[in-house]
């Protein structure tokens, strides 16, 4: 007779085969995420071994496969049973952030580097300041609350090295300014249901990345770095543990008419998008393209650290983070989200103002693909295959 699941002293449902329930049939189903796992790793695993065939190489692509599983793994892991397995156990909160930290210092004990104090503390703080603001997170917030929030991203934004340009100060202060107004605006019944220090550990590790205030930790040289990733993994722990991730729709299991969705909101923005940047001059023809490898490689990679990874903030936590908070319509909120999108690339040169009117236009398609979708991996797709046209035949 076959076993039936059951629980075991974890708290985690075991199958008949002592993984936990469900595991198996969802890995199958999430076989594209599987597929680009293994494209992934197997692509750094070549780079990696042809810069440096040593020892060092086989370790910076053991730590990249172990980031990469948590990152795509997530798509498949059985949420509610691990939520459960966590439960108010203090060391499973805190065990993905530290291990995540660890990681890192490994890697640099590895390659002989010296380790300062206060680097080993900061890059510790990075990952554990927004994991405790998560963990004390409520609906309704209190004064203390918008104090901690403050203190967090004056943490990231004071300190650091001085903006370069005039445009450049005027993001930063911005990025500390911008939630003044939605929190003195909101009525009381929607500070209610705020969800303040949620709302705060977004945006530290938001500005963490946008303000380049992660430590410097190269897996390999000109390669992912170890903090980004690690980051990302932190971001979707997170979500897991503010009972947020089922919002996001990572799954990979598409249909067709979700294709046919990705495709029309590509044309869509193509057809307002491309006379924009002709007409302005914002892009001008390649000239020269890459080979088919390269091509495909730069594309995986965009959708990998830059397509899905903004998603997953803009669309799969912000957007929904404002719509339950604010309680507008979901075209209105879709226009508020798109319209941060644009502010996020103002501090991306050249010409910012054009980019941040082409970004907010972009940011409502990629937007729309998720509201039809319900899946921020199809919102991706959408970023990437924008970022990769413009990477290859534009300039």
């Known amino acids: ?33 599987v597929g680009l796992w293994v494209v992934a790793v197997l692509s750094f695993g070549g780079l990696a071994l042809r810069q440096d065939p040593s020892g060092l190489a086989l370790s910076a692509w053991v730590l990249f496969a172990t980031l990469m599983a948590g990152y795509l793994g997530s798509a498949w892991l059985p949420v509610d049973s691990v939520r459960r397995w966590i439960g108010a156990d203090i060391r499973r909160v805190y065990g993905i952030p530290f291990a995540l930290w660890f990681g890192g210092e490994l890697l640099r004990i590895l390659r002989g ?11 510790l703080a990075i990952l554990l300041v927004p994991t405790m603001m998560v963990v ?3 609906a309704p917030w209190r004064a203390i609350d918008g104090l901690m929030v403050a203190e967090a991203l004056s943490f990231l934004l004071i300190p650091g090295p001085s903006p370069s340009d005039p445009i450049s100060w005027a993001f930063r202060i911005g990025a500390g300014l911008w939630p003044v107004p939605f929190l003195l605006g ?19 590790l938001w500005y963490a990345v946008e303000f380049q205030r992660l430590p410097e930790n190269p897996l390999i040289a000109g390669g992912p770095s170890y903090p980004h990733l690690a980051v ?3 971001f979707l722990w997170l979500l897991i543990l503010a009972g947020r ?25 193509a057809a307002f998008g491309l006379p924009f940047g002709l007409l302005t001059g914002f892009i001008v023809p390649a000239a020269s393209l890459p080979n088919p490898p390269e091509a495909l490689i730069r594309w995986l990679a965009i959708y990998l650290f830059i397509g899905l990874p903004e998603e997953i903030l803009f669309r799969g936590v912000l957007h929904v983070h404002f719509q339950r908070v604010l309680g507008w319509p979901p075209l209105h ?14 501090n991306n040169p050249p010409k910012v103002g054009l980019y941040a009117i082409l970004a907010t236009i972009a940011g409502f398609f990629y937007g729309r693909t ?9 919102a991706a797709m959408v970023h990437a295959i924008v970022d990769w046209i413009w990477s290859v035949f534009w300039q």
């Open 333 to 346: 909120t879709l226009m508020l989200s798109s319209l941060l999108f644009g502010l996020a690339h103002l």
């Open 113 to 123: 580097e010296s380790l300062a104090l206060s680097t080993l503390l900061f890059g």
């Open 245 to 269: 991730f089922p919002d996001l729709g990572f799954t990979f299991r598409w249909t067709w008419r979700d294709l046919g969705v990705v495709a029309l909101n590509l044309a869509s923005f």
């Open 186 to 204: 909101w009525p009381p019944e929607t500070r209610r249901r705020s969800h303040l220090l949620f709302f705060g550990a977004i945006l530290f």
């Open 136 to 138: 004390h997170n409520r």
């Open 370 to 378: 998720y509201l039809q979708t319900g899946k921020v991996t199809t």
């Open 1 to 33: 007779m076959e076993k039936t699941s059951k629980s075991t002293s974890s708290g985690i449902p075991k199958g008949p085969r002592g993984v936990p329930a469900g595991l198996i049939p969802t890995i199958r189903q999430e076989w594209p995420g």
């Open 232 to 234: 990302i993994v932190l």
